[in-house]
């Protein structure tokens, strides 16, 4: 079977507050545990009234605390607002508490606006254009301290934790290959380079000691209800917000509406469907063969589930009905994985 795990954005809701989109996440958290998902990974954005897990670490940090063997990850941390040092301090802290239970995911964006952005690092020296170097200094923190060693990741040096590279366009595909770190491709809003970042990731890997395979996670959003119809209506908060996203008016997750038509033009209904074309809705027959042909089609090692949904007990539903379809969908066969190369 192929490997099911959680990606969570904490979504605060319409009239909603963050202390309450938190105490779902850690709801969330030990249902995805009893239902046996692999990971439950959080995303770092900043100025996002619609997202509460801005401080990822400490988030994580009550997640692993509230359970007590699924993995927890960041889905992941900014890497570009942040200096090395202290990531691998936060993460060599969680590994510590939580032995074996940390990933910590890792992309190149700011996760915000640009006036933001600025807020976040104060000036724009160290950006993306440094995250080659700023992930290898990041993964030499984890490694153990030599004895003249000036600078180390006190707690982190000696835990290797595990890294993953996270990317919606092709540059990080082809970084984690030359790294040979896990890939994880959002295809949950950005399906457009899927595949080609698929392809570059694998026929361009570098075995090594850490991961002698490419080992490749994709995203997908999923809204399953016991009635199809259902479904759709709950995945029309899910539009809402991308909407907003592309009108430049970001906010707190709406609740789901009967009809989006009167909510947007032909032209913004054609580019939320874009960015979501990596969408399942309906049934659990539905989303079982469109699990099914994502897995087929892309050889992943591993889908990665997300949902943003108004109502918490019907977000619990949907990840709990995902959940139920894990042992019918198959893991990509060796011929897949060859003919992807």
Avoid at 207 to 213: E, I, N
Wanted: aromatic share 8%.
């Amino acid at each position: 079977m192929i490997p099911f795990s959680l990606l969570d954005l904490s979504p605060i809701l319409k009239g909603g507050t963050a202390a309450e989109a938190l105490r779902n996440t850690r709801d969330l958290a030990q249902h995805a545990e009893r239902w046996g998902y692999q990971r439950y990974w959080l995303a770092e954005h900043h100025n996002m009234t619609g997202i509460a897990s801005a401080a990822t670490a400490v988030v994580m940090a009550d997640v692993l605390a509230a359970t007590s063997t699924i993995r927890v990850g960041s889905g992941g941390i900014m890497l570009p607002n942040h200096a090395p040092l202290v990531v691998a301090e936060q993460f060599g802290t969680l590994e510590s508490l939580h032995p074996g239970r940390v990933d910590l995911g890792l992309g190149r964006a700011p996760g915000t606006d640009p006036r933001t952005t600025r807020a976040l690092r104060r000036n724009l020296i160290d950006s993306a254009d440094t995250f080659p170097d700023d992930v290898q200094e990041l993964q030499s923190y984890f490694q153990p301290a030599l004895p003249d060693q000036p600078v180390r990741a006190v707690p982190g040096a000696g835990l290797n934790v595990p890294i993953w590279l996270l990317g919606s366009s092709l540059f990080s595909a082809q970084l984690a290959a030359k790294l040979s770190l896990p890939f994880a491709f959002a295809s949950h809003f950005a399906p457009t380079y899927l595949q080609q970042a698929l392809h570059l990731y694998r026929t361009q890997f570098t075995p090594s000691a850490a991961l002698d395979r490419p080992y490749a996670m994709v995203a997908v959003n999923v809204f399953a209800a016991d009635d199809e119809r259902e479904a759709w209506r709950l995945f029309t908060s899910k539009q809402q917000q991308s909407l907003g996203l592309i009108r430049g008016t970001p906010g707190p997750l709406n609740p789901p509406v009967d009809d989006m038509t009167p909510l947007w033009s032909p032209s913004e209904q054609a580019r939320v469907e874009h960015s979501l074309a990596c969408s399942v809705v309906g049934t659990a027959d539905t989303v079982r063969d469109g699990l099914a042909r994502l897995a087929d089609e892309t050889a992943a090692d591993e889908l990665i589930i997300t949902a943003q949904i108004y109502d918490h007990t019907a977000r619990l539903r949907s990840f709990e009905i995902t959940a139920g379809l894990r042992d019918t969908i198959a893991a990509p066969r060796t011929l897949q994985f060859e003919e992807a190369e």
